[in-house]
């Protein structure tokens, strides 16, 4: 590829998404300029908008690593979706019954049973992975309907206060809003949570990089086979990967329910677990390339929410998807051969 | 078709892999690539396939100049490279595997596999190849996914044909073979290149030499009158010593027993390796060579049998288990088991090993496996593949060892490195290790070997002498073979 192609590309990608932008909102019977303007306004432009935009980001980024600690060892987690909504449920409602505990032991115990049963979901498919061969894709998409049924009959028999939720998370066992640093945040949805979003892609990339297991991990990921005959364990290093995919897709809960709702409703993280494998794949391997991808996706959701009223819903989905495509096409690509 | 490289030059970042190189490739002869690992002679072959850009430099294709040839241009013009490194799927049968990217279809796109084995069939009668089509690749021995490799190339029509080490994985008789074969390409009209580390065919079967040294071209001209060791020193600058096979052990207790051993393709297989001891397994690939080696790594699990080291049974344990009781192994599939690819030369050297002084072994084996360049940071997949065989080695060798099983280690490396690691073989036994080497080189069996064993059909047929006549041991890998 000469140079100038190369630095056309992503000129030309940005062109197209904004053409078809107009052409979306155009046949939505609106001004495309001032659409724009009020999609951005709305999500970048005040702090409200800002703030949502980092609490969409926060679960994002957390998911994009999950799915990245399983791609790693070549593993392909299709159920950070189911994962992260019995996690939801498992904050919610260990949450709701720690009145008697100060923060500091409530909210790690809320998160740790949201991470816990994650891990434990996930690790079921790695099991069944490595013991009888069965591919992850196909057990991972399988887990996610089965949670799908599982969350309101589990709400409906005990764990929930309504069919549809739990009862609320005990006081001490929520995440501070950040709109305590600043008033203009009043009302967004995030939360001290985004702290977690900023760790947790660093501290597995540096596991990846420098423990024994987690270098495991990603050679195996390279070379299953040649692996396995200098020693590397790799029955329990799939299993370690698609396990800490799940810890993490638990830990997404976190934000959503004691960040930001206070309690569990069905239907509340839909959807986060599927965009997290788009962030994952568009963050390249990367602590900051996911940050940057979270933002990305986390942005345009909430542009679309905020022209929700004008544009459909379809319309601005169709205008993601194309922006996607345009990042992942022009990113540099090692070439190899 | 003539091909001619005019200064062609190939840069990988600061690694000049060919240097300014003009070569020519003629009709109807068969032109030999001589040169030690990482002279430049895949990357000559890639260019000359259109299958990477030169960094400056043009090919003059049947009398037309260009920078740049596309691979699907090359493919048009009849060029096809038959490469080092294998590039079947495993799980495909061999018809499979000759379909595709050029799959026959007829009309509405139905898939016609008759026509192309009808046409495979043509061509390995007229050529004289074997194949058997009707296995998955991974099936089939390393020898025979080679030559499934030129079938495939010879079936698409290819009449300019570059071969990437094709007889690495042959014994000497398959290679003469392969080497009929060529000639009866050349004969009727095909343009042949060839690359080999065994200077040998050259002179018996080559037309044309270049030898390329550091991606330099230093020689070029008639294959005919060149000795072995004036090819040796135009490739390497010296002719490799010969090998000194250690002092056979005396009254040295059995280190590594198996004992009536069975699983897949392997019958009752009794062995012992003495401390000291250097047992060679000859025998034509594909009959239970890399079975045996990876039973022995553990690997696989016996169905029958009993496999001991030092005394003690080694039934139930894994590979680290197996290696932490001084057991090491060096597969014959590199590309499957010896390396990660995507993993740097670091990762590499260590691998199933990590932690503790990990960095000072690196460097440690780095040094002692003679690889260039001689760096822990790049990928693997930049080495040549010579280079890539040395770390391999290497990290087998770089671990205080009681018994050795080596399977093909000098395949794909040049003769002075080759002579270098049978060196270094023979003092690893000197110094009390018992080592079972696998090879399809009968020479290098012969030279470090105390005692042959011939493995044939899965069964250990014959155990011979190392100074046995070539003749007779030929007759006894191929006597099992008939039987
Ligand atoms: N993709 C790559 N990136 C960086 N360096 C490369 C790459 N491919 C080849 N090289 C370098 O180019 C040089 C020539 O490599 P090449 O594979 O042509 O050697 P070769 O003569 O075929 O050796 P061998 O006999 O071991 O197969 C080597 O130094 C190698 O490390
Ligand atoms: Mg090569």
């Given at each position: 590829?000469?140079?100038?192609?190369?630095?056309?590309?992503?000129?030309?990608?940005?062109?197209?998404?904004?053409?078809?932008?107009?052409?979306?909102?155009?046949?939505?019977?609106?001004?495309?300029?001032?659409?724009?303007?009020?999609?951005?306004?709305?999500?970048?432009?005040?702090?409200?908008?800002?703030?949502?935009?980092?609490?969409?980001?926060?679960?994002?980024?957390?998911?994009?690593?999950?799915f990245q600690v399983a791609y790693r060892a070549g593993l392909f987690n299709v159920g950070i979706e189911g994962q992260i909504a019995l996690a939801a449920l498992a904050a919610g409602v260990v949450g709701a019954r720690l009145g008697w505990a100060p923060a500091w032991i409530a909210v790690p115990v809320a998160g740790g049973a949201a991470v816990g049963v994650a891990a434990g979901w996930a690790a079921l498919a790695g099991w069944l992975r490595v013991r009888f061969g069965a591919h992850e894709v196909i057990t991972t998409i399988l887990?996610?309907?089965?949670?799908?049924?599982?969350?309101?009959?589990?709400?409906?028999?005990?764990?929930?206060?309504?069919?549809?939720r739990t009862r609320d998370v005990a006081a001490?066992?929520?995440?501070?809003?950040?709109?305590?640093?600043?008033?203009?945040?009043?009302?967004?949805?995030?939360?001290?949570?985004?702290?977690?979003?900023?760790?947790?892609?660093?501290?597995?990339?540096?596991?990846?990089?420098?423990?024994?297991?987690?270098?495991?991990?990603g050679l195996v990921g390279?070379?299953?086979?040649?692996?396995?005959?200098?020693?590397?364990?790799?029955?329990?290093?799939?299993?370690?990967?698609?396990?800490?995919?799940?810890?993490?897709?638990?830990?997404?809960?976190?934000?959503?329910?004691?960040?930001?709702?206070?309690?569990?409703?069905?239907?509340?993280?839909?959807?986060?677990?599927?965009?997290?494998i788009a962030v994952g794949l568009l963050g390249r391997g990367t602590p900051l390339g996911l940050?940057?991808?979270?933002?990305?996706?986390?942005?345009?959701?909430?542009?679309?929410?905020?022209?929700?009223?004008?544009?459909?819903?379809?319309?601005?989905?169709?205008?993601f998807g194309a922006v996607i495509l345009a990042v992942a096409t022009t990113g540099r690509r090692e070439v190899t051969r | 078709?003539?091909?001619?490289?005019?200064?062609?030059?190939?840069?990988?970042?600061?690694?000049?892999?060919?240097?300014?190189?003009?070569?020519?490739?003629?009709?109807?002869?068969?032109?030999?690539?001589?040169?030690?690992?990482?002279?430049?002679?895949?990357?000559?072959?890639?260019?000359?396939?259109?299958?990477?850009?030169?960094?400056?430099?043009?090919?003059?294709?049947?009398?037309?100049?260009?920078?740049?040839?596309?691979?699907?241009?090359?493919?048009?013009?009849?060029?096809?490279?038959?490469?080092?490194?294998?590039?079947?799927?495993?799980?495909?049968?061999?018809?499979?595997?000759?379909?595709?990217?050029d799959e026959p279809v007829g009309p509405l796109g139905v898939l016609r596999p008759g026509a192309l084995l009808a046409r495979a069939e043509r061509v390995m009668r007229d050529v004289g190849l074997e194949v058997d089509l009707g296995l998955p690749a991974e099936a089939l021995s390393v020898g025979e996914r080679q030559r499934l490799e030129i079938l495939r190339v010879l079936?698409?029509?290819?009449?300019?044909?570059?071969?990437?080490?094709?007889?690495?994985?042959?014994t000497r008789a398959e290679a003469a073979r392969l080497y009929a074969v060529m000639r009866r390409l050349a004969d009727d009209g095909a343009t042949v290149a060839v690359v080999t580390h065994h200077l040998d065919e050259v002179s018996a079967h080559a037309d044309e030499v270049v030898v390329l040294r550091r991606g330099a071209r230093v020689f070029a001209g008639e294959a005919r009158g060149l000795t072995t060791d004036e090819l040796a020193r135009l490739a390497l600058g010296a002719a490799p010593p010969p090998v000194s096979r250690p002092p056979p052990p005396v009254d040295a207790p059995v280190v590594l027993a198996l004992d009536a051993l069975g699983a897949g393709r392997l019958v009752d297989v009794s062995l012992e390796v003495r401390r000291g001891e250097i047992v060679g397994?000859?025998?034509?690939?594909?009959?239970?060579?890399?079975?045996?080696?990876?039973?022995?790594?553990?690997?696989?699990?016996?169905?029958?049998?009993?496999?001991?080291?030092?005394?003690?049974?080694?039934?139930?344990?894994?590979?680290?288990a197996r290696r932490s009781r001084g057991l090491g192994v060096v597969h014959g599939d590199r590309h499957a088991l010896g390396i990660v690819a995507g993993a740097s030369v670091h990762d590499n050297l260590v691998l199933g090993e990590l932690g503790g002084d990990e960095a000072a072994r690196a460097r440690q084996r780095l040094v002692a496996s003679g690889a260039s360049p001689a760096r822990l940071d790049v990928p693997i997949s930049a080495l040549s593949g010579g280079n890539q065989q040395k770390v391999v080695l290497a990290r087998a060798l770089g671990r205080p060892l009681r018994a050795l099983v080596v399977a093909h280690p000098t395949r794909g490396v040049d003769a002075a490195a080759a002579a270098a690691l049978r060196a270094r073989l023979a003092e690893v036994a000197l110094a009390g290790c018992a080592v079972l080497l696998v090879s399809a080189d009968l020479a290098e069996l012969r030279a470090l070997s105390h005692r042959l064993v011939v493995l044939c059909r899965g069964r250990v047929t014959a155990a011979l002498p190392p100074d046995v006549d070539e003749a007779e041991l030929g007759r006894a890998m191929l006597g099992g073979a008939a039987a």
């Open positions: 590829m000469t140079l100038v192609t190369r630095h056309a590309r992503p000129v030309i990608a940005a062109a197209l998404v904004l053409t078809l932008f107009n052409l979306l909102v155009f046949a939505a019977g609106e001004a495309p300029w001032r659409a724009l303007v009020t999609g951005l306004e709305g999500s970048l432009g005040t702090a409200y908008g800002l703030g949502q935009v980092l609490y969409k980001a926060t679960s994002l980024a957390i998911a994009g690593a999950a887990q996610n309907r089965l949670a799908d049924a599982l969350l309101p009959l589990a709400l409906a028999h005990g764990l929930g206060e309504t069919g549809v001490s066992a929520a995440i501070p809003r950040l709109s305590v640093l600043s008033h203009a945040l009043a009302g967004s949805a995030a939360s001290f949570a985004v702290l977690l979003a900023l760790v947790t892609p660093w501290l597995i990339d540096r596991w990846e990089r420098r423990a024994k297991v987690g270098r495991e991990v390279l070379g299953p086979e040649a692996c396995r005959a200098a020693g590397v364990p790799v029955s329990s290093r799939l299993l370690v990967a698609l396990t800490l995919s799940g810890a993490v897709a638990g830990l997404t809960a976190c934000g959503a329910v004691l960040g930001y709702k206070g309690h569990y409703e069905l239907g509340m993280t839909t959807g986060v677990g599927f965009a997290g940050l940057a991808a979270a933002l990305l996706v986390g942005a345009l959701q909430q542009t679309g929410l905020v022209l929700n009223a004008t544009v459909p819903k379809e319309a601005t989905d169709v205008l | 078709m003539r091909i001619e490289a005019r200064g062609l030059t190939k840069r990988y970042g600061d690694v000049v892999a060919l240097d300014d190189v003009s070569a020519q490739l003629t009709e109807g002869r068969i032109t030999a690539l001589l040169g030690e690992n990482g002279a430049g002679k895949s990357t000559l072959l890639r260019l000359l396939a259109g299958l990477s850009a030169p960094t400056s430099g043009e090919l003059v294709l049947d009398g037309v100049a260009r920078a740049r040839v596309s691979p699907a241009e090359a493919r048009r013009l009849g060029i096809g490279v038959v490469h080092q490194h294998f590039s079947l799927v495993p799980s495909f049968d061999g018809l499979k595997n000759l379909m595709l990217g079936v698409r029509g290819a009449t300019t044909l570059l071969f990437d080490e094709p007889t690495a994985t042959q397994v000859a025998g034509v690939d594909g009959n239970g060579q890399d079975e045996l080696v990876e039973l022995i790594a553990g690997l696989a699990a016996p169905a029958r049998g009993r496999l001991s080291l030092d005394g003690a049974p080694l039934d139930g344990l894994d590979v680290a």
